[in-house]
Structures are given as C-alpha cells and as structure tokens.
C-alpha cells in the first residue's frame, strides 16, 4: 500500500481528501503545517506528498525544497488556490511533479497521484541503477497476452478488429509506431496495448503530453537537468527518456512541439543517447517510441510546423484509429464498460440502458469520441437512481435533435410537474455552462487545443486545467 501525506492547514480539506484517497487504497497522513509535516517525514517514508502553496508557517515552494533536499525519493504535488503559469514552471524545476489548482477534482487527483507515484518509482529505480541503462533487445516474440490495457475494450466492428490485429502485429517488433485520430479516440490506451503486448511489458511505460508543454520545460522534461545547471535548478531532474529507459516512451500530442524541440529530440533519436541539461556524460538510450496526433503531420511538414526528418524517424508503422461513430455496436460495448467503471466510482447499481437511450448512443456522431462518451455515461449514473438509464439522464444535446418521443421524457408536457426535477445551484450551472462551451468550442476545431484557447482567449495551460476540471482530458 502506497503511503500518502497531506499537507493542508484547511482541515476540512485535508480530511475530504484523505478519506477519498483511503477508499482508493492509499494509507494516508495528514499534517496541517510545515513543522508537523516535518517531523513527519521524518519519522515516517511517504511515496507522495500532497502540499498545499499557501501554509501558515511556510510555503509550498519552501516545502518542496525541503523535501527534495532531505528526501529525494519522495514525489511531490504542489495545491493551490489560483493558477499561475510562472509559479507553475519554477516549481517544476524545483522538482515538483505537478500543479493543481483548487477546486480539486477526484477524477483529475486520482489519475495525477497514480502517475506521479509510478514516475516517481521509475526514477528511484534509474538512480538506485536497478534498470540498466541500455537493455539489450529481445527478439523472441513474447507469449500471447490479453490485448488491451484496463481501459482499452475490444470492440467487435470491422474498425476495430483490424486495430486488434495492428496491435498484435507490430507489439513485439522494435518499430517506432505514429497513432493518429482525432482527439478523444483512445491514443494512450492504443499505445499502452502495444507496450503490454511487447517484450517490454516489465519496463516503464511513460507518457508526456507534449501539448501541454512550455517551450522553457521542454528540453528539461525531455531530457534532465542537472542540479545548478539553471537559475532554481535546485535538483537534478532525470528526463522521460531516462524514466523509459528500457521501455516504452509515449509523445502525445508530437505536433505541437516548438521547432527548436523537434531539433534536439531528433538527435536523441538518432544517435539513442541522452545528455542532461548543463550535464557532459551521456547516457545510453534504449527506447521505443510511440508518438501520437490529431494533426495531419504532412500539412504540417509542408507548413513548416513539423521536421520532415523527424517525422520520417518516428514513421516506421502507421496506426489510423477510427472515430468512435464509425465503430458502429461498440459504441454500446463501451457504453457498458464505463457504465460498470461509473457504477463502481458511485457506488450505484445501474445495469442497463433503456431502448431510447441506445437509439441515442448509436444515432450520435460524438464529436469528442471515447472520451465524450465516458463523460456522457458517467454522468447518466450520477443521475439515475434506479437500475435502468433513461432519455432524461443524458446531456440536451444529445436529445435535442432526436425523435419526438425522446423529447417528450426530457420536458414535460405545460401545466404538468416533472416526477423529478434536477435543481442547479448557481455554482453547478457556472461550472455546467463552462462545460458546454469549451466542449463545443473543442469540436468546432476538431479538438485542436491550440486554436481553442485563441478562440475562448485563455492561454494553453488554462485550458488544460479546466479540460482536467471537466473532465475533458480523458
């Protein structure tokens, strides 16, 4: 069991979360300022701390240092109250893992603290030298494994038969694989498949979302720094490719990667050798890319976006994935597997869609595919209290432009009462007003998160949190 501390002088705060992380199966303490925390960590080892910026006898930066001073092995995510790009980035380099700004999601906190704790465990392992630095390859093809990762569901159409078969193809090869598809249709989840079904599966597989990356973070996120190399490099950084070594390395997102970037990583590419920032030694590299995209790379080429060297390395194999509504039933496979992964989130005991509802779900062109559609159940669940999901559960838009009959289980007749009626506080129709706007916007663009923040006049980084506060990164 992984051990968490919270550090929060809201002890509200600090109960809410250490009561949710528990149920998730995290043994968690909580200190309520930077003296208790101390003592602590001390006394106690802790995979993660949860830090909130703002203490009454210290800061989060000033805990941060301490706690990457005296106990490196110890991940840290930095709570805030407001989101600050600059604050953001010199905490990132102080060696915090992450930045998140409050209201605090479980979604958003739960899939952070999972990924901060398993780079954090890669990177202990790269410095305690219990992964070589450049594993020779295997080339005997692994025995045959179950397809898909926990949240890869193998459909039946035609579409994604052909991706299963892709998968299993080119999984134990050592190729570099570009996935392309439009946003939402399950990138990631197309990458951790091949990772598992490769000879890799015991290694690291580590994801960046180069999207989400400032042109100052790149080079170091990418590959390291050393400590003193930079004004609040503080620490030494061990980089992605460090972290992969001897796994899989998965760039989602590749196209929006500065042009200086894409210079520097294909040298590392090339040569399959890594040098920190402000370091002289250089490290063996043994790593299998996988890049992803919602861009066609050959417009960007021709733009002068994108290398055309570059995009010849990383284009050894080729995945197209389907958009979610040319996968025909699936869609209803799907539907029932986040049905059962929101039934268990909730605590409900939802089993079914009702004929309406199914009619829906296939008649739908999801815009914001797979990831539109986890949303869309998820929130059914929540808002269904027997054990049959009806019309009225799903979102307005979804039913608008549906038949008759389905409009009428949404508004009731004039002059009679709904049975039940879903009341919003000013907050829930804020934050639902918000909801719909960065998702329609999204969809005008075809999810080019670029040309969406320009369009809702926002900065990257903003868009990103409140993607992640609406759940709209999944």
């Known amino acids: 069991m992984k051990n968490i501390l919270i550090i929060d002088d809201e002890v509200n705060v600090g109960l809410l979360l250490s009561k949710f992380l528990t149920r998730n199966g995290f043994n968690v303490s909580t200190a309520t300022s930077g003296a208790t925390a101390a ?45 600050d790009i ?17 209201p605090l999601y479980p979604d958003e906190i739960l899939t952070t603290i999972n990924k901060a704790i398993e780079t954090q465990k890669a990177l202990t392992e790269i410095t305690n030298h219990s992964i ?35 998968i299993e193809l080119v999984a134990p090869t050592l190729y570099s694989v570009i996935i392309i598809g439009e946003s939402g249709t399950g990138k990631e989840s197309v990458a951790k498949s091949i990772h598992l079904n490769s000879n890799r599966a015991d290694k690291p597989f580590i994801a960046m979302d180069c999207g989400s990356l400032t042109k100052e973070l790149a080079g170091s996120e990418f590959f390291g720094h050393e400590k003193g190399s930079f004004t609040g490099a503080l620490t030494t950084k061990i980089g992605h490719f460090e972290l992969a070594n001897g796994g899989t390395l998965f760039l989602d997102e590749i196209a929006n990667l500065s042009y200086d970037i894409q210079a520097a990583l294909l040298r590392t590419v090339q040569e399959r050798k890594v040098r920190r920032i402000g370091g002289t030694k250089e490290i063996d590299l043994d790593v299998r890319i996988i890049v992803a995209t919602n861009e066609n790379l050959q417009d960007a080429i021709r733009n002068g976006k994108f290398r055309e060297d570059l995009y010849h390395r990383f284009n050894e194999f080729t995945i197209d994935l389907p958009p979610l509504r040319d ?43 797979i990831r539109e559609l986890k949303n869309v159940v998820r929130r059914a669940a929540l808002l269904t209290e027997g054990e049959e999901v009806q019309i009225k559960a799903l979102p307005l838009e979804m039913t608008i432009n549906s038949r008759p009959m389905m409009a009428e289980a949404v508004f009731a007749p004039t002059g009679h009462t709904p049975v039940k009626e879903i ?4 907050k829930n129709a804020a934050m639902e007003a918000e909801y719909e706007t960065i998702l329609r916007v999204l969809r005008e663009v075809n999810f080019n998160k670029t040309k969406a923040a320009e369009i809702l006049k926002i900065d990257r980084k903003t868009l990103y949190n409140k993607m992640k506060a609406n759940n709209l990164d999944k």
């Not at 089993?351 to 008649?363: A, G, H, K, Q, Y």
């Not at 009341?423 to 000013?426: R, T």
Request: glycine share 6%; hydrophobic share 35%.
């Open 423 to 426: 009341k919003h506080d000013l």
């Open 132 to 166: 070589p630095a450049a594993a020779p390859a295997e080339t005997s093809r692994p025995a045959k494994k179950t397809i898909a990762s926990n949240d890869f569901v193998v459909g039946t159409s035609r579409a994604s038969k052909e991706l299963v078969h892709q």
């Open 86 to 102: 600059k604050m953001a980035v010199e905490l990132i380099k102080l060696g915090a893992y992450d930045y998140i700004t409050k």
């Open 39 to 83: 003592e602590q960590l001390k006394n106690n080892k802790f995979n993660l701390v949860l830090c909130d910026f703002r203490l009454e006898d210290t800061d989060g930066r000033e805990m941060l240092k301490k706690i990457k001073r005296e106990h490196p092995d110890t991940g840290v995510i930095i709570i805030t109250g407001y989101s």
């Open 327 to 369: 996968r025909g039933k699936d869609i209803l496979l799907l539907a029932e597997h986040f049905l059962a992964l929101a039934n268990e989130e909730l605590g409900r005991h939802v089993s079914r869609f009702s004929p309406e509802v199914t009619e829906c779900l296939l008649n739908y062109r999801w815009q914001g595919n």
